[in-house]
């Protein structure tokens, strides 16, 4: 209910406040009659009063500024006319009301033509209907939005036929497609593969998943793997070439003298080899010589052994044991790698390959320097009163343990394959099948 107003500019009010004018204990009461004579300002208090009806300033009076003060101290002013435009029930019946809503009063032959519009909006609706019913025209007057609404709808429909049709082709295609990977047993395993599985697919199948030719041979490998069970680690043991070296140079360097040497045979060691040998051959056994057949004179086995002392065979003992320790080394290394491609996964048989090349190579090389100290062993026992020095030669020992720690490594390749597989095949089949849906 409103208590009091104050108007601070509406028309011909002009700081008009209350309080002053009226007194601070007035206020309205339930029913109020303000009356005065022509354009003493009614109008313009109705007019305040329907800005509130409408929650919208009156068009004459845009720059207006009032405050209606309300039972509840709630203050109503222009700046907020929306708060209180549908909270407050506010009606307003004046000639600005008569022209609005009862125009056919003025109507100058007398027409009651809005006689069923009532109501202080309906002349307006009446006018935004016409309006409405202009813009929407008829359809069968080609005019208005119902014609551009009936021209849309049939070529809507037009191309919904062709979508469905384009869609129903692509459909089939997507249907042959996955009856092709459902009956793939052999690569995709797939049993229930359909079109909604292949349209699940689709956003997967990008044009990075698309194998090579390569891929799709290496994965179609794995899927005809079958498990090849764990492959035993290499013992990863360096040789004992520089224990071989160390050997060979000291019995090479090791200084032997006869007791009473025969000047013919130390200046020839291949004569002093032929005399060595024929001893072997004749002493205690022949009283004649094998090669002349002369008899063999008194004194000359003293005189050999005088010359060949036991230290001289000793050593020569000593070297032929050293011939077969090294002829030995030679063949447990050609044992040791007992590996053999079929052994591995087909994924890693190239390294395989190249890890074997390596190794026939490196192990080769190392069999010729141990064939070089036993070449330099067999010169001393040649000659077995003559020091030699050992050269330099190569030694591949530390090439030979790494190459095993790299065979291991293709080992533990293969043993995680070999717990893996299954799931690596199961990978390999989605991997095959991603490629063929998004080629």
């Not at 891929?215 to 069970?229: F, R, W």
């Not at 087909?346 to 190794?359: C, G, P």
């Not at 003559?386 to 080992?411: A, H, M, P, Q, T």
């Amino acid at each position: 209910m409103i208590k009091k107003i104050d108007i601070m500019k509406f028309g011909r009010f002009n700081n008009y406040l209350w309080d002053k004018t009226i007194g601070k204990d007035e206020t309205f009461k339930k029913l109020n009659i303000i009356y005065g004579r022509n354009y003493s300002g009614k109008t313009l208090l109705a007019r305040i009063f329907k800005s509130i009806e409408d929650a919208n300033l009156h068009k004459n009076y845009a720059d207006c500024d009032f405050a209606i003060t309300l039972n509840d101290a709630k203050i109503i002013t222009r700046h907020n006319l929306l708060d209180f435009g549908t909270e407050n029930k506010m009606r307003v019946y004046n000639t600005d009301f008569v022209k609005e809503n009862l125009s056919w009063l003025d109507n100058e032959d007398g027409t009651i033509k809005p006689f069923t519009i009532l109501g202080a909006k309906n002349v307006k609706l009446d006018k935004q209907i016409k309006e409405i019913e202009e813009k929407l025209g008829k359809e069968e007057e080609k005019k208005g939005l119902l014609f551009e609404l009936s021209e849309k709808s049939k070529a809507y429909d037009r191309k919904k036929t062709e979508h469905d049709l384009k869609k129903n082709d692509l459909d089939n295609k997507l249907r042959t497609k996955a009856q092709g990977i459902k009956n793939n047993a052999s690569i995709y395993s797939y049993p229930t593969y359909q079109i909604n599985s292949i349209k699940g697919d689709i956003p997967n199948a990008i044009e990075t998943a698309i194998l090579t030719d390569e891929q799709i041979v290496e994965k179609k490998k794995l899927l005809k793997e079958e498990s090849k069970g764990n492959i035993e680690r290499l013992t990863e043991t360096r040789p004992n070439f520089s224990t071989y070296y160390s050997q060979t140079e000291e019995l090479l360097k090791r200084q032997i003298k006869p007791s009473q040497p025969i000047t013919d045979l130390i200046n020839d060691s291949l004569l002093q080899e032929w005399v060595r040998q024929g001893i072997d051959k004749h002493k205690g056994k022949r009283e004649t010589c094998g090669f002349c057949d002369n008899p063999i004179p008194a004194g000359l086995w003293d005189k050999l052994d005088a010359h060949f002392s036991k230290e001289s065979e000793e050593l020569r003992e000593v070297l032929k044991a050293q011939i077969q320790t090294l002829e030995t080394a030679k063949q447990n290394l050609d044992d040791f790698l007992n590996l053999e491609k079929e052994m591995f996964y087909a994924s890693i048989n190239s390294k395989y390959d190249a890890l074997i090349k390596r190794w026939t190579a490196t192990s080769k090389a190392y069999s010729k320097s141990i064939d070089k100290l036993i070449a330099q062993i067999k010169e001393r026992e040649k000659d077995i009163f003559k020091e030699n020095f050992l050269g330099e030669i190569n030694d591949e020992s530390e090439n030979i343990l790494e190459l095993l720690k790299e065979f291991n490594l293709i080992i533990e390749e293969h043993n995680l394959k070999t717990s893996t597989l299954s799931k690596d095949q199961q990978t390999a089949r989605s991997d095959l099948r991603i490629s063929e849906v998004a080629k």
